[in-house]
Nanobody
Framework: DVQLQASGGGLVQPGGSLRLSCVVSGFSFDDYAVGWFRQAPGKEREGVSCINALGPVSYYADSLKGRFTISSDTAKKAVYLKMDNLKPEDTAVYYC????????????????????????WGQGTQVTVSS
């Protein structure tokens, strides 16, 4: 049974940082990458980042490069998303998702990624950037 548990969201001031965690079970990093997407109220889903832990090989949405860093800990079966210099427009619910490695680029390069390619994702964690 594939499960992904995201955590680490919260309220942060503009310019602040947060680190999101995603603990996974039911699949191996040998077979799947783990990605993040976000969704703000009234907006489309947006792919954020993805990591193939075997490389590791990381992917980012162009608009987020330099501020977000994805990493993995294979021993803990966890993936992390460090978000720096947060902006109010980063406010959204963030979800982690299991992805075939060759779908990582689709996830981060599409404004509204086709979710039929990513059937396994957990509950999200709310990130609010506000002063």
């Amino acid at each position: 049974d594939v499960q992904l548990q995201a955590s680490g969201g919260g309220l942060v001031q503009p310019g602040g940082s947060l680190r999101l965690s995603c603990v996974v079970s039911g699949f191996s990093f040998d077979d799947y990458a783990v990605g993040w997407f976000r969704q703000a109220p009234g907006k489309e889903r947006e792919g954020v980042s993805c990591i193939n832990a075997l490389g590791p090989v990381s992917y980012y949405a162009d608009s987020l490069k330099g501020r977000f860093t994805i990493s993995s800990d294979t021993a803990k079966k966890a993936v992390y998303l460090k978000m720096d210099n947060l902006k109010p427009e980063d406010t959204a619910v963030y979800y982690c998702v299991a992805a075939k490695p060759y779908y990582c680029s689709i996830l981060v390069n599409n404004r509204d990624p086709p979710m039929n390619l990513f059937p396994s994702w957990g509950q999200g964690t709310q990130v609010t950037v506000s002063s």
